[in-house]
Every structure is written in structure tokens, then in C-alpha cells.
């Protein structure tokens, strides 16, 4: 297992603590070791990061770093479309599409503010099945379309 350091800011101490998100590899609740022992899904995070990430282990933890704006996207992995709205309560809402999914996110503190912030990741297929699996603009809605071949 890696050393405990965060995994987003490189922070070391008694604060830095392991949480669990989604695996990467094998599905939610993987056990799949990456690298020296890591296993698949497991971040150290300190007391700050974990604060900004507390609703979003249910997603990698590839995409709780975009929804927390810590990286436009994971390395190797580009961006397709990347786009933001107000929503009606002052906030703001986006979608990130990457190759493998749409990340569907809410900020109801704007786009400086994280409290409060959700997402919910949507698989390209179950996007061209259902649609979006969040309310969003019609506007919106056609470059997703666009951006998975819908």
C-alpha cells in the first residue's frame, strides 16, 4: 500500500486517512490491487479533502477529483465535453463526458463554491438508453448527445 500522503495534495500526518470510492477496474466495492499494493478505489485523503469528497464516494475517485475541480480529467482520459449552467437556486450545475462516462454535477454554492455538492455518474449506454439521468437544459442535453452518438 502507498505511504499515507494525500492523494490530491501530498499532505502527511495524523489527519491523512484512507477513503473508499468506486473502483476503477472491477466495478464499486472493488478489492483489485493497484500499483504496490493499493487497492483499486482507495485514496488517502486528508481532513480537508475528505470534507470536499464526503458525498462522492460513490463515484471513482477519478471523477470526485473533476467534481471537486481538482483535475479537468484523469490522465489518459480526455474530455469530451465539459459544460456548466445556473440552476435555479443560485447554483450551478454541469456535465463532464469523458471516453467511459457522464458526470452529472450540482453546486447549489456556484462554481466557487463545493458545500453541498453532488454528482451521479452515468455509463455512455445508460445514457443512450434513458437519456440524462439529471434534469438539464434541451441545449445541453444535444451536445451530450453529440458528444456519446446518441
Known amino acids: ?14 489527519d491523512v486517512v484512507t477513503v473508499h470510492f468506486a473502483g476503477e477496474h472491477d ?4 478489492t483489485r490491487e493497484v500499483g504496490a499494493g493499493h487497492p483499486d478505489g482507495l485514496a488517502w485523503l486528508c481532513a480537508g ?3 470536499a469528497t464526503r458525498s462522492l464516494t460513490h463515484l471513482t475517485f477519478a471523477a470526485a477529483r473533476r467534481v471537486v475541480g481538482l483535475t479537468e480529467s484523469p490522465p489518459g482520459v480526455p474530455s469530451l465535453l465539459s459544460l456548466q449552467w445556473p440552476s435555479g437556486t443560485c447554483g450551478t450545475d454541469g456535465v463532464e463526458v469523458s471516453s467511459s ?8 454554492g456556484g462554481s ?4 453541498g455538492e453532488a ?5 455512455h449506454e445508460d445514457y443512450r ?7 438539464c437544459p434541451p441545449e445541453v442535453e444535444r451536445q451530450v448527445d453529440v458528444a456519446v452518438g446518441r
Open 1 to 14: 500500500m502507498r505511504p499515507p500522503e494525500c492523494d490530491l495534495c501530498g499532505a502527511s500526518g495524523e
Open 27 to 30: 466495478g464499486a466495492g472493488s
Open 49 to 51: 479533502h475528505v470534507d
Open 101 to 108: 462516462e457522464v458526470l452529472w454535477w450540482s453546486r447549489p
Open 112 to 115: 466557487g463554491g463545493r458545500f
Open 119 to 123: 454528482a451521479r455518474g452515468q455509463s
Open 129 to 135: 438508453l434513458h437519456g440524462p439521468a439529471v434534469a
